[in-house]
């Protein structure tokens, strides 16, 4: 006995069925891969912004390799300066070489190779500087001199507003003293001030 006309599935009914099935897994598929390419890159960015680079300050040695080691030329690592730290110095071995010719704003005698540290008049003996950081190649120059003979107010940081932010930093990678480390993104400076200096000093 032949089953009723129009529920027996022909042929051609059932091809058609098999063609529409594999349009929908087809269809799930394109999706599927077009919501990983759009959704893939931002979920990755996503979780690479959690945690950023950083150079904590009191690890630097000033090697200078933040100005040659960084993808970015010049370097996204800038000197920075605490004010609430700085001494006001008229001699300030941040802004002048070891015996230099003159206390003077001369080229010949200021440290910084690019002239990034500024340097006004405010009262005797006092003087304030100032990074200018659109000049500044990260070379740590200047924090080192500081350091030496100074109170430690200037220092290096990752400037978050030019890091790209490398999965792999390269600077991170070449710093010899291991002063790169990831932080929170919410709080991505690894500052200076005068507790801090307290507290890592020995009683």
Request: proline letters at 6%.
């Amino acid at each position: 006995m032949s089953a009723p006309s129009g529920r027996q599935p022909t042929r051609r009914g059932a091809l058609g069925m098999i063609v529409r099935i594999a349009g929908a897994v087809g269809l799930g598929a394109a999706v599927a891969s077009i919501g990983r390419w759009a959704g893939g890159p931002a979920a990755a960015s996503t979780t690479a912004q959690r945690e950023v680079w950083q150079l904590d300050p009191h690890k630097c040695i000033q090697c200078g390799r933040c100005a040659t080691a960084c993808v970015l030329t010049p370097s996204a690592v800038k000197c920075v300066h605490a004010y609430a730290m700085c001494g006001y110095c008229e001699l300030c071995t941040g802004y002048f070489p070891p015996d230099p010719y003159d206390l003077t704003t001369a080229a010949e005698n200021q440290l910084c190779p690019t002239g990034a540290i500024q340097r006004s008049y405010i009262e005797d003996p006092y003087y304030e500087y100032i990074i200018d950081e659109k000049l500044c190649i990260g070379c740590g120059k200047c924090v080192k001199g500081c350091a030496a003979f100074g109170n430690g107010s200037l220092f290096m940081q990752v400037r978050h507003d030019l890091c790209l932010n490398c999965n792999q930093c390269a600077i991170a990678a070449a710093c010899p003293a291991g002063a790169y480390r990831r932080v929170s993104a919410a709080h991505p400076y690894l500052l200076k001030d005068r507790s801090e200096n307290a507290k890592e000093s020995p009683q």
